[in-house]
């Protein structure tokens, strides 16, 4: 792949509007390690612009025509408006534009591609799946939207033709990739606003996916999600399907925790049972094993040798990392920090702490994650939040939306949690932390915007 397109692109240039996106930072990785010299723009600074920087990638922050070269090709990202200043140049001057997905295909073109497509789950599985392939020898190429828990890296130019992404059902020209493999996850109603709050649309762009495949590829299919089931009539590809239920190709029984660090369960595949230890935690991540173990028979890395390779994987950060040793006032709460921002993953977030801590008392700070989010499902988000001792609302994190009144206000007057409190800055965190009774307690860290930053300010006062 490396000589192909150098070989045809030899005096370009790549500008990444957008390039400090989780999908971004990526494809801009990958282009400066094949060889291209790589710029974009932003409008602020971030932790992966930062590492993008180190990397002597030069990064603009703010978006100005100025910014672009007329040599550049020009890859923006599914966050950016219509009328985005650099993107308008680049048209009017009739520069080479594509989008995130357009370039992603024209990298999976190249390569034997595996897709990792779904809902939920996207990032653990294609990490689990890349670390498990190279650690068999495998050595893909892959491009994961999140840092992993471990110092390996979240993007990688491998030496084998496999190419390994998580694929994001967000953009609906994600339908257009050109993979031989395709996993899902599992299906939800989410992104709909970029379906025309269609979700026949949502499901009919999966599909097209799956079907496009070449007629040797296979798909993988969560055969427990009852959306993701409805679909596998429709599949025209080799199927195989993983899960609780026995019903399925490859299942999985006799789920148990152990010393609340570790995860024992069985696999029955070809009538045979595997031990599995796995460092993760929860349900929702054996299905994630189950899958990336689906991908790597299909590929001929035996079932022994995969499970072994779990050993060495810890996950993604910011998904259910917990934390033990940090003093919060004269207590010391469990801490959990994660991600998930979709009442399906708190969902899953809670019902794997009931499952550590039966007898524990459960306070979360939650930052919604997109007004247009809250307003699809705030119902859910109500029902999940009735699991909860206390429950305290950041800011709504816009993600470059406008306010559409559905915020961090409007949830909590709809909430019916006695213990309530609505901050107006993530600033106030540190001092309402010091009026609660953590005896007993977990202190639930949950969402996707700068909620992170939490995690690293109690460590500081830890620290000192």
Known sequence: MKHTITQHLKNKSFFLIGIGGSGMMGIAELLHNLGFTVRGSDIQDNNAIKRLRKMKIKIFIGHDSK????KDIVVFSNAIQKNNIELKFSRQNSLTVLSRMQILAELMRLKYGISITGSHGKTTT???LSHIMYKNKLDPTYLIGGKLKTDDPHVKLGNSHYLVTETDESDPSFSKLTPHLVVLTNLDREHLDNYNNSYTKLEASMLELMNSIPFYGKVFVNGDDKNSVKLLAKINRAVCTFGLNKKNNITAKSIKYIDGKKMQFDVIFSKRTYKVCTNLLGKHNVYNILSAISVC??????????IKSLNSFFGARRRFDVYEDIYINKYKPIIIDDYGHHPTEIHSTLDTINKLYPSKKIVMIFQPHRFSRTKAYWRLFLDVFKKLDQIILLPTYSAGEKNNSYDSSFIYQKIKNKNKLL??????VKNVLKDINFNN???VLQGAGDIKDIMSILKRKHDR
């Open 297 to 306: 028979l299909h590929l001929g890395i035996s079932i022994t040798d995969t």
């Open 441 to 443: 307690s977990i202190l």
């Open 67 to 70: 910014n672009i070269n007329l």
């Open 423 to 428: 901050l107006k800055s993530i600033d106030e």
């Open 126 to 128: 294609t990490s689990l």
